[in-house]
């Protein structure tokens, strides 16, 4: 009777182990995906954090250049007034 129950326990047990295992690589397979997906999801996050600041980044360094351009253009500006007033100057001494 004792070997009647033992033989009873190690047939569930494999029942059982087979269930587990069923259920178990199912579960792994669902819970890789999900891992692999908020992976793909924090490095794409990542990677428009980095567009980001490189815009940022490229869009300071053109208000800094326009900034120059602008500075450099006043200056040609005033020397071209100063070089039309002496040139009147320099017509009225002449005169």
Known sequence: MSEGF?????IG?????????????????VWKE????????LEAEKKEQQLKADMLEKQKQ???NYRI??????EIKKEL???????????????
Request: charged residues 30%; hydrophobic residues 35%.
């Open 6 to 10: 033992i033989l009873l326990g190690v």
């Open 13 to 29: 047990l494999f029942f059982l182990s087979m269930y587990a295992y069923a259920y178990g690589t199912t579960n792994y397979s």
């Open 34 to 41: 999900e891992k692999t997906r908020q992976r793909k999801l």
């Open 62 to 64: 053109r208000d800094e």
């Open 69 to 74: 351009a602008n500075v450099r253009s006043e």
């Open 81 to 95: 007034k100063l070089l039309e007033q002496l040139k009147h100057q320099h017509s009225k001494v002449e005169a």
